[in-house]
């Protein structure tokens, strides 16, 4: 059996620190056809294959979360071997270096920027984005490939990834800013929408995730 076959029976590992819609997520990933393992330790890494961090919150009292858990170490080791990772939402985020939201506050790093708040419009936009928008692919990103685009995913967010932010491939939404809404960098991927509250366009995501980064 080659070594393809072998990861794609591995779980992925969802990472459960406190900080994160992990039940949700779960059946998300499940019904995406994805073998999906809860873990809420470094020690039930093992036997898994891939590293998907979910958020929600606050971003200090999230990564104080994941930090306590134990996860930045295994993380940055899993990035490091090459391994497939997913942020969703806060999560997303979290794979920057900081976030204004809390100055002093180290992000994982895995990707060079900070995150910045919305600044509302008058009027026009309200803070923070909530509903449904479009999401627009830049370049050949493999959780949008073959996705018919501009789609229209879930987002809940107070803070974006600002497309200065320097990566390979993803998608852009804007809402007062333009943003990053997907990005993937190398074996480093992310949505900033929530992909299990953004019905096909959302599963679509995720099944790709599957065949093109998992399988691929």
């Known amino acids: 059996m080659n070594e393809t076959a072998v990861s794609a029976i591995l779980p992925v ?3 459960d620190y406190g900080g994160g819609n992990v039940h949700s997520c779960h059946k998300a990933f499940v019904r995406a056809g994805i073998e999906t393992r809860v873990v809420s330790s470094p020690a039930e890494l093992e036997g898994t294959r891939g590293l998907v961090v979910p958020g929600q919150g606050h971003f200090r009292q999230v990564m104080e979360a994941f930090d306590a858990s134990g996860f930045r170490a295994p993380i940055m080791a899993a990035a490091a071997a090459g391994e497939p990772i997913f ?3 806060v999560g997303m985020q979290m794979l920057l270096e900081g976030s204004e ?3 002093g506050v180290a992000g994982l790093g ?3 920027g900070t995150v910045l708040r919305f600044s509302p419009q008058e009027d026009a936009e309200k803070v923070p984005h909530m509903g449904w928008n479009s999401v627009d692919k830049v370049g050949d990103s493999p959780l949008l490939r073959n996705l018919f685009c501009p789609a229209y995913a879930y987002f809940v967010h107070s803070y974006y990834v600002p ?3 320097d990566v390979e491939a993803g998608a852009i939404t804007e809402y007062g800013a333009a943003f990053w809404s997907v990005l993937s960098q190398g074996n480093v991927h992310a949505t900033q929408f929530h992909p299990e509250k953004s019905g ?3 599963m679509a995501v995720l099944k790709r ?3 093109q980064v998992l399988e691929g």
């Open 101 to 103: 939201e809390a100055l």
């Open 87 to 89: 942020g969703i939402c």
């Open 163 to 165: 497309i200065t932010v």
């Open 209 to 211: 995730f599957k065949e």
């Open 110 to 112: 895995l990707l060079p």
């Open 200 to 202: 096909e366009v959302g």
């Open 13 to 15: 590992a969802l990472l």
